[in-house]
């Protein structure tokens, strides 16, 4: 018990915190094999994540990397919200993936389930939903 056929522990059997929503629980079952990444991408759409929000809201904040790259941080839940925010705001994902350029979409960062998405990615599995007709 606590294991797929193919010997991958589950969330429980690694001590993950246990999932305060449903988001959270198919990020999980994903970083360990029992979830697709492309039903996690769809389901991450249709969610909204809490990004940085500094003292007055602006907008998401991306962090510049050392390679140049940008990033926006989103959590899944205030338990994954880093202690040093002076704040969060919810956003839908879908607006995120509106945002021009090459950016990155880190999901909780600092946990142990930390998933980094390229919002390229994100904007192909949106068109894809809205071209097969399954988008919302």
Do not use: H
Request: with cysteine; hydrophobic share 40%; glycine share 12%.
């Amino acid at each position: 018990m606590g294991r797929t056929s193919a010997g991958v522990p589950s969330p429980m059997v690694l001590g993950l915190t246990p999932p305060a929503n449903e988001l959270e629980n198919k990020l999980q079952l994903t970083a360990t094999g029992y979830y697709s990444e492309k039903r996690f991408a769809a389901a991450l759409l249709d969610a909204e994540l809490l990004v940085y929000a500094g003292s007055t809201w602006r907008g998401p904040v991306a962090v510049i990397g050392e390679d140049g790259g940008k990033t926006i941080d989103g959590c899944t839940s205030l338990e994954y919200v880093p202690r040093n925010w002076p704040g969060a705001v919810p956003v839908p994902v879908r607006l995120l993936v509106e945002i021009p350029g090459s950016i990155d979409l880190r999901i909780n960062p600092g946990s142990r389930v930390t998933v980094t998405i390229p919002i390229e990615d994100l904007r192909e599995v949106a068109e894809s939903t809205v071209n097969d007709g399954s988008g919302s």
